[in-house]
Nanobody, 128 residues
Framework: QVQLVESGGGLVQAGGSLRLSCAAS????????MGWFRQPPGKEREFVAA????????YYADSVKGRFTISRDNAKAMVVLQMTSVKPEDTALYYCAAGTTYSDTTNYTTSTDKYAYWGQGTQVTVSS
């Protein structure tokens, strides 16, 4: 089992920045990919960004590319999502997720059903 705890959400004005953190514990040696997803009000959960735990290779949704940065600290078993130039449409409940399948396919990077472990979520609200 892998436990994930997100922190850092809150209210921010459009154009501002916010930093989300995800602390992992438990069997973290089984993790291959760490991802951030979000669920806007009334919508389905969607992919935001992902990072390979060992290599650090990153992936982004087109909607956040150039504005968000995902990084990891293996020693601290932590993943960070740095959000800049935020927009009202970034308002959502943000989830951290861990995938344990050793696959570099798009499906195993961006699909919610390919991640085995999830945090409880942290709310991000962007005011216009």
């Amino acid at each position: 089992q892998v436990q994930l705890v997100e922190s850092g959400g809150g209210l921010v004005q459009a154009g501002g920045s916010l930093r989300l953190s995800c602390a992992a514990s438990g069997r973290t040696f089984t993790v291959y990919t760490m991802g951030w997803f979000r669920q806007p009000p009334g919508k389905e959960r969607e992919f935001v960004a992902a990072i390979r735990w060992m290599t650090g290779r990153t992936y982004y949704a087109d909607s956040v590319k150039g504005r968000f940065t995902i990084s990891r600290d293996n020693a601290k078993a932590m993943v960070v999502l740095q959000m800049t130039s935020v927009k009202p449409e970034d308002t959502a409940l943000y989830y951290c997720a861990a995938g344990t399948t050793y696959s570099d396919t798009t499906n195993y990077t961006t699909s919610t059903d390919k991640y085995a472990y999830w945090g409880q979520g942290t709310q991000v609200t962007v005011s216009s």
